[in-house]
């Protein structure tokens, strides 16, 4: 079936630094990827699409210039959280839309801290 | 995109049928019924999906009524690694290689704690 690595699966940075995060779809091809984050305890909320070729479209609320998203190629994408506070610590996962009829794949989450 | 509601938590035992209703009173024509299952501190993963009727897999089955607004995923005798966060999502998803229009948008889910 379809397989979404995402990476790093943990990474702790310090205020003011930028962290990037990778998805990538390794045995298919994604021209779409959906970039979740996840506070604990609490549900998935959509924060952005990216979309290969073309510019990422974010959801209300969700700062463009703090997360800046790439779709570099038809299996990679990158969240980049630029000049990360305390508050940007959560649980960030990625998302590949459904190829056949398995629903959408997730990558494993990154946990990023924010220190 | 539709709104679901689902119970905030279950708890059940070994060996048990779990049964989760979900409602999505506002379902559109061209809505599928998507069940995903987290853990903590990992990606949600495909359950199981459906349009009408019922749909079963190895691991679930899944109830849709005829006026399709709620669905019920039932899971046969769960052990105590079925113990997760399930939830229920509804949205317009064209299925295809490549790519998709809609995007999923997640509720609350529903806590499954199964005990020994």
């Known amino acids: 079936g379809a397989v979404v690595s995402q990476h790093p699966s943990r990474v702790i940075c310090k205020s003011g630094t930028s962290v990037k995060i990778e998805c990538r779809s390794l045995?298919?091809?994604?021209?779409?990827m959906f970039w979740y984050r996840q506070f604990p305890k609490q549900s998935l909320m959509l924060m952005a699409t990216?979309?290969?070729?073309?510019?990422?479209?974010?959801e209300q609320g969700v700062e463009k210039d703090k997360f800046l998203i790439n779709h570099a190629s038809l299996t990679l994408s990158t969240l980049t959280v630029t000049s990360a506070h305390p508050e940007d610590s959560s649980f960030y996962i990625c998302s590949a839309p459904p190829r056949g009829d398995y629903g959408y794949t997730f990558g494993s989450g990154t946990r990023l801290t924010v220190v | 995109l539709a709104k679901t509601t689902q119970p905030i938590s279950m708890d059940s035992y070994e060996g048990q049928e779990v049964n989760i209703t979900c409602s999505h009173n506002n379902i559109a024509t061209n809505d599928y019924i998507t069940w995903y299952q987290q853990f903590p501190s990992q990606g949600p993963r495909f359950i199981i999906q459906g349009y009408k009727t019922k749909v079963t897999n190895e691991v679930a089955s899944l109830f849709i009524p005829a006026d399709r607004k709620s669905s019920t995923l039932s899971l046969p005798r769960v052990s105590l690694s079925d113990t997760a966060v399930y939830y229920c999502?509804?949205?317009?998803?064209?299925?295809?290689?490549?790519?998709?229009?809609?995007?999923?948008?997640f509720g609350k889910g529903t806590k499954l704690s199964v005990k020994p």
């Open positions: 990216s979309n290969e070729g073309s510019k990422a479209t974010y």
């Open positions: 045995d298919f091809q994604a021209t779409t």
């Open positions: 999502l509804v949205g317009a998803v064209t299925l295809g290689y490549g790519g998709s229009q809609g995007n999923l948008i």
